[in-house]
């Protein structure tokens, strides 16, 4: 089955927005298993968009449109596909009676323009939008099925995944299931390679490699006459790179970030956490912050940029950076004491680095960081060399963190040693 | 003329990255006053691709195709575009001495198929990649001329903006200028009132308004036969928001972000700062910390998640935290003069609030945030309630404090007052 998205804005035309809806649904289709060769952007245009919408009809068996479902006369993607379709739109008592409540829950006046919300085309499916107040729509035509679907991403990502996935998956005779390995601390050549032959002998399922920043992405896709077959099928295929990657392998679980598998696993040992950061500048902290009730872990993180501060603040001594420099093993290692001493969380993380652009020398080039991580009385340091601008480095300098804490508390609990 | 961006990759195609290159060369020819109708995404794909490319052709003046310009065999962007447009691909003996000297420099070893990047099409323009290997190239037929630009944006961004943007402004009779003018602690409906009448009058220059996460940008273009006549148009419209949004205009500088404003005030007045973050956890240093430099001003950061980190860092009373909650007025300000007194910084910052998912009450929704801003001797709180998810009440409550932290600055040094 193939697909097409077809994405409408004029935002997206002046680049005022980037187009990150296109990637999800390009990424979730593609793990749906249906093949995707065409994606548009085209403005709130009627001629362009009946235009745009029709090619993709001529060569697509199911469009995935996006945006253009709001209130004001500018909005007309449920117009114009209804024409293409040949549909009229009718109102539909249901959606309208949704539209009523949203607002008066939030007891803001719902203004005329409102209503042309609830009218859908005659005989498509209604997808409930419960983040706001354009319902999605899903049009069957004979050759051709069109997916409309609001355009805030907060609206349109759990319309897709609690409403459309299931629907696609009734549409093909086969069931696809897919299931993400997310693996920290290797990067992807590495990875590929481990898996070489698994990539060369693929059939059902198939695997494929995602690079995000410091972590790689392994994903198994089954196709099968029910999703229990499916689930089968990929079983075999996890254990095997469980047994491949081992501790590398950070979550199985499609919604577990790299932040948040590492406050599970320092609330799995009751263990608290602290930060002392240089040139992540709080990014760390900010990271593990994300995670939703990590304040019984957390207890307090330090950003310590100049030199004065790493002395006043975190007990540095002034030899060791006039011996060292502050960007080195021994402040590295300082930091993480220091912090553990000050806080007397079980679990210290210390960043010193060169993000650039200027500061670098040949001896400490840009890009060169030093992570510090102490669990309970065991410090350890890796040096590290980023490439890239100075935001691209603190990234990369803020995910080796959180992988050298996953390893530390992993190995210090459970022995395991990290090779490659 | 109008313009239409075509973005060659697989990778596109299944969601593995986002294109950011799409929005980047979108807002360029919007600035450059070239209309944009339809962006398309096509793989790596010979027939595919070469269809795309005929049909925008058919529609459009220019055309911009990014990405397929690599040494591999996938890499096809430059032999179909040639082929669409009647060319043959010569070797080109400036390109390959580039590609020698790049690879030399490097020290890495040549291999065969990088010297497909040396092909070009007869007659065609080369354009020098400073960062990579892959030149660009601009082909110019009939009626329309094609602009071939490698993928990765660090490549992409400074080939189009060095040599492709003074290209396009040598095409068009007319030369297009543009600035941006960056509105901070105003929304957009209410920056959007205050300029309808500019809006509605607008000819030669034409002003529109870009939102950004607690910003504005207000972009005049202007067109003329030359830059300098193109910039006469702009400045007595520029002069005209300047009078009417006056300080909370913080650059009309297209680089400058907001955090590098903040910094640039602190180091005009010589002051230095400290933050304390409680919901935000570390992104405003995070932010700060962004803009090279920033050692000369920042003191230190604290992140103090939990109450306990509150009183035991900063030394917030345990009564005060007991009457009026973590997350209230009094706290904010306790915890500005707390980092104040701990780290003589002539300015601190100080963030509390319920970001959620969890941790909200009727009388204290998820979004309440309180921000305190100190200067001197002087400490201000300001209540601000944010919607959306955990991360984006987060991301608000960062420009915000950089806004409130360049308000308060203003107004010790210059008995400035904000008033909307």
């Not at 109102?91 to 042309?116: P, Q, T």
């Not at 679907?149 to 069931?175: A, C, D, H, I, W």
């Not at 006459?225 to 089968?232: L, M, S």
Request: aromatic share 6%.
């Amino acid at each position: 089955m193939t697909v097409e998205l077809i994405s409408v804005g004029t935002e997206l035309l002046l680049g005022n927005i980037v187009n990150t809806n296109a990637a999800f649904l390009a990424e979730q289709c593609a793990a749906l298993g249906l093949s995707c060769y065409y994606q548009t952007v085209v403005g709130d245009n009627e001629e362009r968009l009946l235009d745009t919408i029709k090619t993709a009809m001529g060569r697509a068996d199911v469009l995935i449109l996006s945006g253009g479902l709001g209130p004001t006369p500018d909005d007309l993607t449920k117009e114009t596909a209804a024409k293409a379709f040949g549909m009229k739109l009718v109102e539909d008592a249901h959606s309208k009676e949704l539209i009523r409540s949203y607002f008066e829950m939030r007891g803001k006046e719902i203004v005329d323009s409102n209503w042309k919300q609830a009218l859908i085309p005659e005989g498509a499916i209604v997808l409930d939008n419960a983040n706001g107040t354009a319902p999605g729509v899903i049009m069957e035509g004979k050759d051709c099925t069109a997916v409309l679907l609001p355009g805030p991403p907060n609206e349109l990502v759990p319309m897709f995944k609690n409403q459309v996935v299931p629907y696609l998956n009734s549409k093909t005779k086969r069931v696809i299931y897919s299931q993400t390995v997310k693996i920290c601390g290797m990067g992807e050549s590495m990875v590929a390679e481990k898996i070489q032959d698994l990539i060369d002998a693929q059939e059902n399922p198939t695997i494929a490699t995602y690079a995000k920043t410091g972590e790689v992405h392994v994903r198994i896709t089954a196709s099968a006459e029910d999703e229990k077959k499916a689930r089968k099928l990929v079983k075999p295929m996890r254990s095997e790179l469980k047994e491949r990657f081992k501790d590398y392998i950070y979550t199985t679980d499609e919604d577990t970030t790299l932040e948040k598998s590492c406050v599970d696993l320092l609330v799995a040992n009751g263990l608290t956490i602290s930060t002392m950061e240089s040139c992540t500048g709080g990014l760390i902290a900010g990271r593990l912050i994300n995670v939703p009730g990590v304040s019984d872990v957390f207890k307090a993180g330090y950003v310590t940029y100049s030199n004065k501060a790493k002395r006043k603040v975190l007990g540095v001594k002034q030899t060791t950076l006039k011996k060292y420099g502050a960007v080195s093993t021994q402040v590295a290692k300082e930091m993480a004491e220091g912090v553990s001493l000050l806080t007397k969380a079980d679990v210290t993380i210390s960043v010193t680095g060169i993000a650039g652009p200027d500061g670098g020398s040949e001896e400490k080039p840009v890009g060169l960081v030093y992570i510090g991580c102490r669990v309970k009385n065991k410090t350890r340091v890796e040096e590290y060399r980023f490439s890239g601008n100075r935001a691209k480095i603190r990234e990369n300098a803020v995910v080796a963190a959180l992988t050298l804490l996953r390893k530390c508390v992993l190995e210090y609990y459970s022995q395991v040693t990290f090779k490659q």
